[in-house]
């Protein structure tokens, strides 16, 4: 699917999902030579899972490719829980919630921080009646830990509300150039996708 710096490259557009780079920028990014990057990033764009825009600016086609994109946003999943307090409270969570139909992320200062001053965690889930019983699942989940934790569940319903409305500050807009997607990395496309036609 990907080469190894494939692979790289797409971790920084999937982890800035509505910005848009150039080659220069990309290559500083991950601290490759630029005649590589510019070699790589051309048989992306060819392959339709980025986009070149007329002023050589490239960008994220999120709205493609979504199961190619998934499987990026696990290798940065699979990054990120290397400090294993954070695995151990997303297995945890994902443990205790019992729905067909869930995304789980953590976004915020979190995302970039060793040490943030708090952990913002988001769970988009179908139903909206069970929004506080999500809630207390996560929050006793959470009382096992010592650290501080803005917790947020929302409805699709509303996920898709928030993102069709681009330019307010809202948590999911907020999720879109920081974030780290736990569980769900597919549905989580699929709806900015559809909120964005």
Request: charged fraction near 30%; avoid cysteine; glycine fraction near 2%.
């Amino acid at each position: 699917m990907f080469t190894k710096i494939q692979a790289e490259i797409m971790k920084v557009f999937a982890s800035k999902i509505t910005e848009k780079f150039s080659i220069k920028e990309i290559s500083e990014a991950i601290k490759k030579p630029y005649p590589l990057i510019h070699k790589s990033v051309n048989q992306i764009i060819q392959q339709n899972f980025l986009i070149k825009d007329n002023k050589k600016l490239i960008s994220l086609n999120y709205k493609k490719n979504i199961s190619e994109i998934a499987y990026i946003e696990s290798i940065r999943k699979e990054e990120f829980l290397k400090n294993k307090t954070l695995k151990i409270i997303a297995e945890d969570i994902l443990d205790k919630i019992n729905l067909d139909f869930f995304i789980m992320l953590i976004f915020g200062s979190a995302v970039n921080s060793k040490e943030p001053r708090d952990i913002d965690i988001l769970i988009i889930i179908q139903d909206k009646q069970k929004i506080s019983e999500v809630e207390k699942i996560i929050l006793n989940v959470l009382s096992n830990f010592s650290k501080k934790f803005d917790i947020n569940v929302i409805s699709a319903e509303s996920a898709y509300s928030m993102l069709s409305k681009r330019e307010e500050i809202n948590i999911l807009n907020e999720t879109l150039n920081k974030h780290i997607l736990l569980f769900g990395a597919e549905n989580y496309y699929r709806i900015l996708k559809n909120a964005r036609q």
